[in-house]
């Protein structure tokens, strides 16, 4: 597990909902979540992102097994990690927005570089 935030959800839950977000934000590279869970997201995107520049199946496979979406993972592999081939790290990066009118969550923009 990448950082310590509970999120509020149980470890199942929490997992099952971080892999739903990092396979969502890969598949539009683009997402407004709250600050905390975008933390969350990147460090997973960015290594589902370096496991694309492996180019094997040993990785295609630890991808399948997190990515939710096998179209996802696909598009991973054969257009998003090309385009970061020469960078190493740094896949992401979070912007703050402001505060969420119903509850005043703090929200941030995550996207990829």
């Known amino acids: ?17 971080l892999r739903q977000q990092v396979t969502d934000f890969l598949d539009l590279g683009r997402m407004e979540t709250t600050v905390t ?15 694309g520049k492996k180019k094997d199946l040993t990785a295609y496979r630890q991808a399948l097994s997190f990515i939710t979406r096998e179209d996802v993972a696909k ?14 790290g740094g896949y992401t990066r979070i912007t703050r927005v ?3 009118r119903g509850d005043a969550a703090e929200m941030a923009v995550i996207e990829l570089v």
């Not at 869970?37 to 496991?51: F, G, S």
């Open 1 to 17: 597990m990448p950082g310590t935030r509970k999120l509020g959800k149980t470890t199942d839950q929490r997992m099952a909902m």
């Open 98 to 100: 402001g505060a969420r």
């Open 37 to 51: 869970r975008a933390k969350e997201i990147a460090p997973l995107a960015e290594k589902m992102i370096t496991l």
């Open 75 to 88: 598009k991973v592999f054969d257009e998003v990690a090309p385009k970061y081939s020469e960078r190493n």
